[in-house]
């Protein structure tokens, strides 16, 4: 079957860096989505991932690894709006998007 | 309005009762989506019109019918629910064919929805 796995929770200090990591087993692979999800609130898109590497946009930076089956996100100079959870989705061989249960990032002061 | 909206935000409604959720897309999107989202869960997609035809439809209970009557609007018809149905109802629109993803989908912010 296919599978995306991220930690359920993690927590981190405003103003430090934090890791959330992605794994996934899919049939095929056509891309790598990451969206933050604000309680209450829609998802909205942060990153997409195609090919290996590190794609930087601001304080958030997103990396894949396609022989490894990995991604993770990155956020620096964490702040209390940083407060999410984050979303980890993958297009299969059919471009068919396939979800992780994501992960709640709670920041602390 | 711009983005996408749904409504109502929150409902709660009986076994017996019938209601609708609704969604519009002001986007110019081709794609819209019905996901359900329930706690510590993947989203799961329920339902995909694509230039509003139905493309796809993931083994969901009849107890749950859409209608897409245009390409900006869409809807979700309950009946006869059960209380495993309580969730957070996503709506969400796309530029691409819907039953292939290729951008970002562009969600609204979701019908919390009680079955008692």
């Known amino acids: 079957g296919q599978n995306i796995d991220q930690p359920t929770e993690m927590t981190a200090t405003e103003g430090a860096i934090v890791q959330i990591n992605c794994t996934y087993q899919?049939?095929?692979?056509?891309?790598l989505f990451w969206y933050q999800q604000h309680a209450g609130e829609a998802p909205t898109f942060l990153s997409y991932n195609v090919l290996d590497g590190l794609e930087e946009k601001g304080r958030f930076s997103s990396f894949l690894s396609r022989s490894k089956g990995y991604s993770y996100l990155l956020l620096k100079e964490l702040q209390m709006k940083d407060s999410a959870s984050y979303l980890c989705?993958?297009?299969?061989?059919?471009?068919?998007?396939?979800w992780g249960a994501g992960t709640k990032l709670i920041i602390k002061p | 309005e711009t983005g996408v909206t749904q409504t109502p935000r929150h409902l709660v409604m009986g076994m017996t009762n019938k209601k609708s959720l609704k969604c519009e897309q002001h986007l110019g999107h081709n794609a819209m989506y019905w996901y359900k989202q329930s706690a510590k869960k993947p989203l799961e997609l329920m339902f995909v019109y694509s230039l509003e035809e139905r493309v796809e439809n993931n083994s969901v209970p009849s107890r749950f019918s859409p209608e897409c009557p245009n390409s900006s609007h869409l809807f979700l018809h309950l009946h006869t629910l059960q209380p495993e149905d309580s969730a957070l109802y996503l709506c969400?629109?796309?530029?691409?064919?819907?039953?292939?993803?290729?951008?970002?989908?562009?969600f609204g912010e979701g019908s919390r929805l009680t079955v008692l």
């Open positions: 899919t049939s095929g692979f056509n891309g």
């Open positions: 989705a993958v297009t299969d061989s059919n471009y068919q998007l396939i």
């Open positions: 969400a629109s796309s530029q691409d064919r819907g039953d292939r993803h290729t951008g970002e989908l562009f």
